[in-house]
């Protein structure tokens, strides 16, 4: 099982970059694919990117391609959003998410362990 918290959300001008940490307890974190989501008010929760298990894959949804980047360090059980090139309608409450499998399709049901949200606000 995997606890994922989140860390790093905040306020940003429009053009900037923030980078969103999560740590997740749990001894199996090298084994899992991770996944970070985001949701706003009235509209479902939606994969931004995720990584499988060692990293050799990853996903991210058109509208982030070549802005944000997803990595993970196994040995200190994170995984990191790097977002470059902020714009408003990023603005969103970010989740990261844990899978059960080493690699999956990033979509709310491949990830039953959720962290409790960060706030990201983009300013125009």
């Known amino acids: 099982q995997v606890q994922p918290v989140e860390s790093g959300g905040g306020l940003v001008q429009a053009g900037g970059s923030l980078r969103l940490s999560c740590t997740a307890s749990?001894?199996?974190?090298?084994?899992?694919?991770m996944g970070w989501f985001r949701q706003t008010p009235g509209k479902e929760r939606e994969c931004v990117a995720d990584?499988?298990?060692?990293?050799?894959?990853?996903y991210y949804v058109d509208s982030v391609k070549g802005r944000f980047t997803i990595s993970r360090d196994n040995a200190k059980n994170a995984v990191y959003l790097q977002m470059n090139s902020l714009k408003p309608e990023d603005t969103a409450v970010y989740y990261c998410a844990g899978s059960f499998q080493a690699i999956v399709t990033c979509t709310p049901t491949q990830y039953p362990y959720w962290g409790q949200g960060t706030q990201v606000t983009v300013s125009s």
């Open positions: 990584i499988s298990w060692n990293g050799g894959s990853t």
């Open positions: 749990g001894r199996t974190f090298g084994s899992y694919a």
